[in-house]
């Protein structure tokens, strides 16, 4: 149980497109969601929290604008990178924890998207 | 603000050899402290975690780390070290438990020879 997965596994676009990334929480409902980006070499940085029906929450450095975050359903949210530049390529990584019904002490992470702008 | 400091981006190891995994943190308040590992192609999977009770921690296959607070270490550990075990490990730290916003190292990536 507790399976999160993401669509796509990798995407390559041009310079200046959008790309919608999502993450979906399979066999549970998450009323949070995490998005990480990860560089190579490097820590998964946390991007934004989402919470379902509401705004996502941005870390600091983060651009609301440029990395659009949809959580409309307990099972679905989505990370869309708008006019997307090769500074944006990186791994993308989603994690859901679970609500009220359970283990909120656990956040379940999804495979992760790798993201090539050309 | 929390960090984590993972010593060693490879370790290698020989099958049946002790696995050791080091990471060092910084908090300012208690931390909650985690091991995940990641199999290619797979999300990160929770290993263990302290969360303050035992200072010795249990997780799965085999896997067991000790949080040490005069050291700020919580490094893993596994007696014997089986070809499954190869893949990447990611310590992390958080402020206020693990359904919440969690701080990583850069990863160790582990192999382990015949």
């Known amino acids: 149980g507790a399976v999160v997965s993401q669509h796509p596994s990798w995407v390559i676009c041009k310079s200046g497109t959008s790309v919608k990334i999502e993450c979906r929480s399979l066999d549970f409902q998450a009323t949070t969601m995490f998005w990480y980006r990860q560089f190579p070499k490097q820590s998964l940085m946390l991007m934004a929290t989402s919470n379902e029906g509401s705004k996502a929450t941005y870390e600091q450095g983060v651009e609301k604008d440029k990395f659009l975050i949809n959580h409309a359903s307990l099972t679905l949210s989505t990370l869309t990178v708008t006019s997307a530049h090769p500074e944006d390529s990186s791994f993308y990584i989603c994690s859901a924890r679970p609500g009220l019904a359970g283990n909120q002490e656990t956040q379940y992470f999804g495979p992760g998207t790798r993201l090539l702008v050309l | 603000a929390q960090s984590v400091t993972q010593l060693g981006s490879h370790v290698s190891v020989s099958e049946g050899a002790l696995v050791l995994l080091r990471c060092n943190y910084s908090s300012s308040v208690p931390p909650y402290l985690f091991w995940y590992v990641q199999y290619p192609n797979q999300g990160l999977q929770l290993l263990l975690k302290?969360?303050?009770?035992?200072?010795l921690v249990k997780g799965i296959n085999g896997f067991e780390a000790e949080f040490k607070k005069s050291e700020t270490s919580f490094h893993l550990t596994k007696p014997s070290a089986h070809m499954s075990d190869a893949a990447e490990y990611f310590c992390?730290?958080?402020?206020?438990?693990?359904?919440?916003?969690?701080?990583f190292g850069t990863g160790t990536q582990l192999k382990v020879e015949l």
């Open positions: 302290y969360t303050s009770a035992a200072t």
């Open positions: 992390a730290v958080s402020v206020t438990g693990g359904g919440n916003k969690l701080t």
